[in-house]
């Protein structure tokens, strides 16, 4: 038994817990790769004609205040976010392995008719 879940990691794992941990770790992914971007934008939202640019806005966020500041506050956001793509992620999965086992396709190999 251990033999095999070394060989197939994704045995110790149910599909529809493999859905909820993937849609998670992309919502945190997706909050980290968006934060800087929001805080980018924030700012230069609220403060009119200070920054020339977007990227004068960049050096002048991390010369004046550090490079965490494009991380601070994300901590609520990433896990509402990881948990809605958890639930979806979880939920679109468990729909299609639904439908596929009272409609099979004819091809397995072939894309799924959902998306």
Not at 76 to 84: D, E, G, K, Y
Not at 87 to 96: D, L, M, P, Q, R
Request: glycine share 12%; charged share 10%; with cysteine.
């Amino acid at each position: 038994q251990i033999a095999s879940a070394h060989e197939n990691p994704q045995a110790l794992l149910s599909p529809g817990v493999q859905d909820f941990v993937a849609g998670g770790v992309a919502g945190v992914a997706g909050v980290i790769g968006g934060s800087p971007l929001d805080v980018i934008r924030i700012r230069m939202q609220q403060s009119c004609n200070v920054y020339k640019g977007t990227t004068d806005a960049v050096w002048r966020i991390l010369s004046q205040e550090g490079g965490t500041t494009f991380f601070k506050g994300m901590g609520s956001p990433m896990a509402a976010i990881a948990f809605q793509n958890a639930v979806c992620f979880h939920a679109y999965g468990t729909s299609e392995r639904f439908f596929r086992s009272y409609n099979p396709p004819a091809n397995p190999d072939a894309p799924s008719p959902i998306g």
